[in-house]
């Protein structure tokens, strides 16, 4: 029998390695602060790279609206603290380091969050959104990213207006879970993030334009049962091109998916392995 980690053998020993994980991040991030992104300004810089919008409701399974709702309200809250940051050469962007500790006392509420592999409820849930909506962004860009979690290859939710590939998502948690790119271009780079009623938004922008663009794409998309279990597969791939002659460079796979599908399977096609 595997021998349980000390954050797993009961909820104490799990809030003690939380706080234990979430003070050795914060001193790393005092010695390490001259290196973070900081400098915010109303000013646009002169090129879009890449911008998307994320539909902040969407149907999630049975999920309770009431979640969706108050993810609503802390994107709303987190936006500003990174709406207009610039990322200057050799300067790293940290999620954390900018938008900080989520408190009720700052006007978050409990929405929707993973948890053990599954749907649950926390205190300033829906901050994945906007990191998935910032690493969207940053694939399309010369930047590169240091730190990014995935969801363990689970399949939580049935696809309901999907816009970007199954697998190009992001996991965190305050703040040893980050999520974090560095600028090692000539490029300076801005980060625009704001909220409407219905769409979290974004803009990666830059004082010049880059001298490749890209494109991701899933490949070999299909669903498998494999001892009884259905799992998601897939293949996620990023293309490089020259921007003037339109010259392809390069394929790169960035993701192979095979994720424990976790919602009701009877309406998807399914191969038998």
């Not at 309200?73 to 790293?92: D, F, H, M, Q």
């Not at 704001?194 to 938004?201: S, W």
């Amino acid at each position: 029998m595997k021998r349980k980690l000390f954050c797993e053998i009961s909820p104490l020993t799990y809030a003690i390695s939380e706080k234990k994980c979430v003070a050795v991040r914060t001193l790393q991030n005092v010695l390490n602060a001259d290196s973070f992104a900081k400098t915010q300004t109303d000013e646009r810089l002169q090129y879009v790279i890449y911008k998307h919008n994320s539909l902040i409701r969407r149907r999630l399974g049975n999920v309770d609206m009431r979640l969706q709702e108050n993810k609503a309200v802390n994107l709303s809250l987190a936006a500003p603290r990174i709406n207009g940051i610039i990322i200057r050469p050799g300067e790293t962007f940290s999620f954390w380091f900018l938008v900080g500790s989520l408190s009720e006392r700052k006007g978050y509420k409990e929405g929707l969050t993973i948890f053990a592999d599954r749907p649950s409820s926390g205190l300033g849930g829906g901050m994945c959104q906007m990191t998935n909506l910032i690493h969207w962004m940053v694939l399309h860009s010369e930047l590169d990213i240091t730190e990014h979690h995935h969801h363990d290859q689970i399949d939580l939710f049935p696809d309901f207006n999907r816009t970007i590939p199954f697998g190009t998502g992001t996991s965190i948690m305050y703040n040893y879970l980050d999520y974090r790119f560095t600028n090692n271009t000539d490029i300076t780079y801005q980060l625009v993030v704001y909220t409407t009623q219905e769409y979290l938004c974004g803009e990666l922008r830059a004082n010049k334009r880059q001298q490749y663009k890209y494109h991701i794409s899933a490949e070999n998309v299909f669903f498998s049962r494999e001892n009884g279990i259905v799992y998601r597969n897939g293949d996620v791939f990023r293309d490089k091109i020259d921007r003037r002659t339109g010259e392809h460079i390069e394929k790169k796979l960035i993701r192979k998916n095979h994720a424990r599908v976790c919602y009701d399977t009877s309406g998807l096609e399914i191969i038998d392995m």
